[in-house]
């Protein structure tokens, strides 16, 4: 059975990083049925961490998520998908321990810190089959997004010696009202730079910036709970998630 580890991964703030990491796992392993680990590496926020922790605080004294927990169990079988917590330095043997438990997932997402400078994380990169780079149409985030995913194709995914085989560039937060020629600019310079864009584009929705709420309006975000089917298909993370899969032959 092939094992992948991956990385949604940007060193610009604010562009989805942790958000689609969430995603991806709880489609993953809720509704696709297959074995997830997310490695939150993210310090000082442990956004994934954080986000669990509330989420579980808050089905205590929250009868409809509650039920809802107990019907996707009931349903699909599938219990919570773990969380590591750790430090970036200390993931390799951190996940190793965990797979000696006998946990053996057929994904691990590992959420990053926003700067590579970090310590421990280029050679976590280094160790990964793919990294994803979400992007948005806005010039300062895509100098900065070109030029992180221009120096890790080329000083990591270029080097024969090391693990990380491909870096794929995708657009999230797409403005309907955002002009197509625009788009066409960025792509010219992307292909111009050899770098890898993937077909799918994701749109704005709200729903992304939403965890569990008492209001009862779906699920969105959620380590907890798949996201909803409208959701998924509406966010487009339905097709995300059939390229990453097939991106790195899984099946």
């Not at 998520?65 to 590591?84: D, E, I």
């Not at 990964?128 to 120096?151: C, G, I, N, Q, Y």
């Not at 024969?160 to 788009?183: A, G, K, N």
């Not at 709420?213 to 059939?242: H, K, M, W, Y």
Request: aromatic share 8%; charged share 25%; net charge neutral.
């Amino acid at each position: 059975m092939k094992q992948a580890s991956i990385s949604i991964c940007n060193q610009k703030g604010g562009i989805g990083k942790s958000t689609f990491t969430m995603l991806l796992a709880s489609h993953l392993h809720y509704t696709l049925g297959y074995d997830v680990l997310v490695v939150d590496c993210d310090y000082p926020q442990w956004s994934v961490q954080a986000q669990r922790e509330r989420e579980l605080s808050l089905i205590e004294h929250d009868d409809y998520h509650k039920l809802l927990l107990v019907r996707q169990f009931k349903a699909t079988g599938r219990k919570l998908w773990p969380v590591l917590k750790c430090m970036p330095p200390e993931a390799p043997e951190e996940v190793e321990r965990l797979l000696q438990s006998g946990y053996h997932p057929r994904i691990i997402l590992y959420d990053l810190p926003g700067t590579v400078n970090a310590e421990g994380v280029i050679r976590l990169l280094a160790s990964l089959d793919a990294v994803f780079v979400p992007m948005k149409a806005d010039k300062v985030v895509m100098e900065s997004t070109l030029s992180f995913a221009r120096s890790l194709t080329t000083n990591l995914a270029q080097d024969p010696t090391l693990t990380l085989q491909s870096v794929y560039l995708f657009w999230t937060m797409i403005d309907r009202r955002e002009r197509t020629p625009l788009y066409d600019r960025y792509e010219a310079v992307i292909r111009k730079l050899g770098l890898s864009l993937m077909t799918t584009h994701i749109p704005y929705r709200s729903k992304f910036n939403k965890e569990l709420l008492a209001d009862n309006t779906g699920v969105g975000r959620s380590t907890l709970l798949a996201p909803a089917r409208t959701f998924a298909c509406e966010a487009q993370l339905e097709i995300l998630t059939e390229e990453i899969l097939t991106l790195l032959k899984i099946r």
